[in-house]
Every structure is written in C-alpha cells, then in structure tokens.
C-alpha cells in the first residue's frame, strides 16, 4: 500500500445513530495493523471516544477532505475476536439497534475507555500508604501520575493494568517511588487444577441418561435442545454430566440463568463438581471483577462462565456448549436500550459456533415448543422427579361464598394448620408487594393516584408511604382525604405486607418470613432470608415471584398461589402463559424430598379452561391448548411482532410520530404484514410521559425484517422524531 493512502476504519462508536464512521487510520507503530474487533480512540464532535473497528478498507464512499484521522489504536489485538463480532453484527440488524450501541453494551466498562487491555496480564495495581498520603496531599505534578493516583484512589481493590490509561513508563515511576504496588488479585475463583472431583454416587435416571447421550452425540456439532422437566426432576444434574467430559477436553461451557439470584445455588454446586475456575458475571461485579472475569472467558482459563443474559457475550476461547435454565423466563429479553433476547441470541451463536446449546425449563416458552413442534429444537424430557421425591398435586380452592380474610380463605388455613403440625413448611406465593393497592377514601370514594403515571400508589404502611410501583415516586400517606376532608382513608385489597400481619395473627406459634423486593432491597438480605427460609426456621414462608424462582426449600410441603385471578384477565396475550409457568414453578417448590406436597390455587373462576387444564392434565397440556389459541390468534409463535414505542411529555407529540410512521411504512407493506395503531400503551402515562406505539405483525419473520430495515432510516431523518424518544422492540415479551 503506497504510504499516502492510509488505510480507513470503519468505525462502530457508542452513539444513538444507525451508522458507523469511517476514519483515516493512525500511523502505525511497529507492525501492528488495525483490524476488526480492535479498540480505536476518534474524535467524534468535541469529544474523543472509544470505538470498535467493524473493518479495514482502502477506499471510503465518504469524500476525503471530510474523513478525520483516528488518534490511536488501542489494542495490539481485537477484543471483539470475529465470531463476537459477526454475533453483535447480526443483532445489531436482527433487533434494529445502533451497532455502536450493541458493541459498547458487549464490552466490559472498563474497556469502553481508552486503557489498553494488558494482554493475559492479571495482575492488579493498588496504592500503598505511602502512594494513599500522595494521592491525598499532592495532586498532579505530572498530570498522567496524578491520574493514576486518582484512579486507584478510587479502587481500593485494585485495578488492572488495562483500566489504566497510561503507558507503563509512567507505571513503573509511580512504582520506583514506591506509591504503587503490582500484585495477583484477590482470588475470585478457584483456580488451575484441571482434575474434577469425583461425581456422586449416583445412578442417572433412564430419561436422564438419553437426555446426557443426545447432546453428548451432538457435541462438536449445533443443534439446540429443549430440556423439558419438572422441578427436581434432575435437570441439573444433566448439566453436570455435559459439562463434566467438555472440561476434560479443555471446552468452555457458557451457562446463562434469568437472575443473579439464582446464580449462587448454581456455582455452588458447579463448584463441589468441579475443581475448574468458573467466572460468574453479573451485575454485583465492580469493573475490574467483571474484567478479569470476562478475559478470563476470552483466554480461555475460565472453562465454566456463568451469568445473567449480557454473559451471552461473553468472549470465549474453546466453547463447547451453551446452556439456557429456565428458559421461559422473561428476565432473559433485555427491556430497554439494546433489547435482545439472550436465549435467542444463545441459539444463534451457537449454531455459528457449530455447538450444541440446551434450553432447560419445567414450564418451556411456547415459542421453544413451537421450534421443537417445526423441528428446529430436539425435545428432551425428564417425566418424574429425581429419586424417590413425588411430584405434588395441585388443586384449585374455590374462593367463590367462601368467608374469607386477608386472602386467607378457611379452607387454606386448615390446611396450613395439617401442614404445620406435621411439621411441614408452608410457602404462599402474592405477586403484589406492599400493603394494599388502592387507598381509598370511604367518604368520597377518592383514590390514591400517582402524580406522574395513570396509576395508583400502593400503601406502605410499615413506612406509613404511597409507593408508585411503576415510577418509584412515593409520598406519605394522606392523614385526610384530600378531596373531602374525612379521615376515612382505607387500603382497599391484599398486598404481601398486610398477608404477613394476617399471618402473624392467625399462626402466632410459627415463625413468618417474607421475601419480596421490600424485604431484600440492602446487599446479603436476599441470601440471608433464603438461607433462612432453607434452614426451617421460618415455617410460613411469604413471597412474590423472587420465591417462585428456582430456590430450592426442602421442608416445604405446602404451597399455596393466592390469587390466581391476577393472571387471568389481562390485555397482554402472554399473561396466561406467563401465569400458568409461574403456578408450576411455584409448585415446584414443593414436596422435593420424601415429603410429597400439596398445592391449592385460590380463585374466583374455578372453571377457568386455562385453570381446569392446567390443574388436571399439566403444563404440557396447557401448552398445547396455549399454542392452539395463538395459532387462530395469528399471534406469536405462529407471527413475528415487532412494537414502535414513542413517548414524550406531551400526549401528542408520540402520536403525531406514530401517525408518521406509520405512514411511511405503508408503502413497504407487503401482503403477510400488518400494523395495528398508532394506540396509547395501557398505561398511557408513566413517569410524567405519554407512550404510544405502533405494532407490525408478520407471519414472514423476513417481511418483517425486511420493513424494518427500510423503514428505520426513515424515522431517523423524521422530523417529528426530536420531539420524542422512540425504540423498536423486536420480539417483544411485554407489550405494556
Ligand atoms: P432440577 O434442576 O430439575 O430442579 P436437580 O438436578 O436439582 O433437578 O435434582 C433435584 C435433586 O435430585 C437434587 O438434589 C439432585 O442431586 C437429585 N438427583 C438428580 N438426579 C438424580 C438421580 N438420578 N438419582 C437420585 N437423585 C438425583
Ligand atoms: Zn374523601
Ligand atoms: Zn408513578
């Protein structure tokens, strides 16, 4: 290449724009050429960000004199390797997102600014006392010390040479003058030794062992499984005996579950299997954890990773296979910003991979059965618990002339009586924290509302507040009506607060525990409260869905859902799928051991189809009569969706953007496409913001594609697109 044509980069930056950027490249220091993957440092507006390189070219379609020149390549090689890229590309497209937005999301923060990364480098950089007394007193007599000094001020627990910004000459100083120290991290995982440890005693059921046999036939190769079996029917120990001959074979196995909260269990017991260095990344990591985590991943010393859904990107040396729990869990699509889904994604990437990937669940995603149904994904299943644990009966309670208080129906309270004198635990499950929903004025039939959002505020009354459980706003609660004056203010329905009273007064002999997200919101409660909820302390176990989810309680033979109408009647077409999982999910937590359980469901429509089907023939079941619906429907998984969402302060301004582009998308409408809308979201206003949005429907998934990816530059350069903010929702899960 003659040396007056320098190369260009096309560059992905983290901005708002559907675009990349293409600059001249740096001169090049030694024989390091800029390459895809790699971090590059631009000017970009007044600013200098930190962007991605997407590719190398000789020629930009941009004129010359308006190409700027890149300051720095940061990396001596890509941090993105190109199968990372290919999978942030194709989302990028897939889900309709600014790439340079995709791209920072999928690094680590630390690698959003301008450090270099350091290579296989571990070691951390911390400040001695004699550095902690510089740092305090004398700022900045060479500016680049100055700032590390700062920086490290600000990272007791010491930060890698990779979020340093400087070059080690200024390291090295700092280090001769004895201010900092170079030293290994604090361990975060156990590590080196290859050897596992001996697998229990234990003898694989038979569907266990075909479910191990069929992935294991697979590995070396994609194809995606669905790991269908109820809770305790031994799901995980299938996990372990994936991954247990993929670590021996120096594999990596990426694991992805719907909440950290699930994720200590998990390592727990990865950890009494296995002797490998697991890196967990979640969001609890400070920046430099979640760095060294994420190049342990990417060099391939960390052979198990584990995390929330963003583990998805998680760079990896040697993968061998990909594992989804609780696939149907809505936790899994990222609501806001870049909205993926990580269980899609973990199909897609591992097809590229050429790898299996297996979606375990005991109430699978209609849309995973679905695949299984088009033999996209094989259908594994685990019909029985594991061992001699029975599989609990379910039945519903009708609530319907009963007497009844506080949700506690007679009927439930004999039962918990039985329960608690044989020595069982009892768990209730409330999807609804606080203490009631409505406060209501019995004088004038005034009700509590949120200032900023077309809802009610929900009474706190342990902290005597109004909560808006949908903007965060609260208040203290009105000692007279605001509208007439009375002192009649009552709190109208049962949120978990007023149960746990109830129950405190009803069972004053048993303990009660109430998790929710009131009870856990400091650091260590969740663990605490699960640990005492494990222990058998508690006997009344009380929660909302936090208790629903993959925890394990041994003593527990009775639950109780009580209030199945919660799920029954709502605009949202997922709601029955969604409350019909969280009912099985929530049985399943009990009866596990030799204990068999019992599961009353309290409802007013007791002859609800969904219900009868569910309580007599089983999710299975449910889900077939499920999908059959949404096949009449032409809803999804028989149609793709995609939501335009607005909002603005004003109740027009999203309307007129939608009316617009609405507009501009007809003429790009094909025959298998439909919109429906503009319409205001259910709740119209929420946080002091009017929402509306704009649906396409397609049964040609491509149709869709194709629309939207004519129609999104147009609504870029629409002019009424400044007064709003707007998001396209690929495949969304919730359509509020
Ligand atoms: P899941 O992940 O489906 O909830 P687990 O794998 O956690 O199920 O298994 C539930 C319990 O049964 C665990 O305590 C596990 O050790 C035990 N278990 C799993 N498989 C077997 C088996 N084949 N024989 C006996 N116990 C088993
Ligand atoms: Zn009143
Ligand atoms: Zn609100």
């Not at 004129?63 to 194709?90: C, F, H, Q, R, Y």
């Not at 001769?176 to 694989?204: I, M, Y």
């Not at 203010?489 to 069972?507: C, K, M, P």
């Not at 629309?707 to 707007?726: D, G, H």
Request: hydrophobic content about 45%; charged content about 25%.
């Amino acid at each position: 290449m003659p040396p007056d044509e320098p190369l260009i980069l096309e560059v992905a930056i983290p901005s708002p724009l559907y675009r990349s950027f293409d600059y001249r490249a740096p001169p090049v220091h030694g024989d390091i050429r800029p390459a895809a993957g790699m971090r590059v440092l631009v000017p970009f507006g007044r600013r200098q960000l930190v962007g991605v390189i997407l590719a190398t070219r000789r020629h930009s379609s941009v004129p010359g004199s308006k190409i700027k020149n890149a300051l720095s390549v940061l990396d001596t090689e890509p941090v993105l390797g190109a199968n990372l890229m290919e999978l942030l590309n194709w989302a990028a497209r897939y889900y309709q997102h600014p790439i340079g937005e995709v791209i920072t999301a999928a690094l680590p923060v630390l690698l959003r600014k301008a450090g270099s990364r350091g290579g296989a480098d571990r070691r951390v950089w911390k400040l001695t006392d004699a550095g902690r007394a510089r740092s305090a007193d004398e700022p900045g007599r060479a500016a680049r010390q100055a700032l590390v000094l700062a920086q490290l001020a600000a990272h007791p627990e010491g930060l890698p040479r990779s979020a340093l910004p400087v070059p080690l000459a200024v390291l090295r100083a700092l280090h001769q003058k004895g201010w900092v120290s170079c030293g290994e991290p604090l361990a975060t995982a156990s590590s080196g030794a290859s050897a596992n440890r001996a697998p229990p005693a234990l003898d694989l059921s038979h569907a266990q062992q075909q479910a191990v046999a069929a992935v294991s036939d697979c590995f070396g190769s994609f194809q995606a499984f669905l790991l269908e079996g109820v809770t305790g029917s031994g799901k995980t120990e299938v996990y372990l005996r994936l991954i247990d001959p993929l670590l021996a074979q120096q594999r990596q196995v990426l694991v992805l579950v719907p909440e950290i909260g699930l994720t200590p269990q998990l390592v727990s017991r990865f950890r009494k299997r296995f002797a490998t260095e697991i890196a967990v990344l979640h969001s609890g990591l400070n920046d430099s954890q979640r760095l060294q985590a994420w190049e342990a991943a990417a060099r391939g010393r960390a052979q198990l990773i584990l995390g929330t859904r963003s583990a998805i990107f998680t760079p990896l040396l040697r993968p061998g296979l990909i594992i989804v729990d609780e696939e149907h869990d809505a936790s899994l699509k990222q609501q806001e910003g870049f909205r993926y889904s990580a269980r899609d994604l973990a199909v897609w990437r591992a097809q590229r991979l050429g790898i299996p990937v297996l979606l375990g669940s005991a109430t699978p995603s209609l849309e995973s059965l679905y695949n299984v149904h088009q033999g996209r994904y094989r259908h594994l299943q685990l019909p029985e618990r594991a061992g001699q644990a029975l599989v609990p009966r379910l039945r519903l309670l009708d609530l319907r002339g009963q007497p009844m208080r506080d949700l506690l129906s007679e009927p439930l309270v004999v039962a918990m009586d039985r329960h608690l004198q044989h020595g069982g635990q009892v768990l209730l499950f409330l999807n609804r924290r606080g203490f009631s929903p409505v406060l209501l004025c019995h004088a004038c039939g005034w009700v509590a509302e949120c200032k900023r959002c077309d809802a009610r505020m929900t009474l706190h009354q342990r902290h005597a507040e109004l909560r808006c459980h949908h903007c965060g706003s609260q208040r203290p609660v009105d000692r007279f009506c605001p509208s007439c004056g009375s002192s009649e203010l009552v709190g109208i329905g049962e949120g978990t607060e007023r149960i746990e009273q109830a129950l405190r007064e009803r069972f004053p002999a048993h303990p009660v525990l109430r998790i929710d997200r009131d009870t856990t919101r400091r650091k260590g409660e969740l663990e605490a409260a699960l640990a005492e909820a494990r222990s058998g302390q508690a006997r009344i176990l009380l929660g909302t869905q936090m208790l629903a989810k993959g925890h394990h309680f041994p003593a527990v033979t009775l639950v109780a859902v009580l209030d199945a109408d919660q799920g029954l009647f709502s605009v949202d077409f997922r709601a029955s799928e969604r409350l019909a999982q969280l009912i099985i999910q929530v049985a399943g937590r009990a009866g596990r051991a030799d204990k068999p359980g019992e599961v009353l469901i309290q409802t007013h429509h007791p002859e609800h189809p969904l219900l009868q089907l569910l309580v007599e023939r089983g999710y299975p079941a449910f889900a077939e009569a499920a999908l059959e619906e949404r096949r009449e429907a032409l809803l999804p998984p028989y149609a793709s969706m995609a939501l335009l969402r607005a909002e603005a302060t004003r109740a027009d301004y999203p309307r007129d953007f939608l009316l617009a582009a609405r507009q501009l998308a007809e003429p790009l409408v094909q025959a298998s496409l439909q919109l429906w809308g503009p319409v205001a979201a259910p709740m119209e206003r929420r946080a002091g913001r009017y929402r509306a949005q704009l649906m396409f429907q397609a049964t040609d998934r491509m149709a869709l594609q194709q629309l939207l990816r004519k129609l999104v530059p147009l609504l870029e350069s629409e002019k009424q697109a400044r007064r709003v903010r707007w998001s396209i929702d690929v495949d969304p899960v919730d359509l509020t």
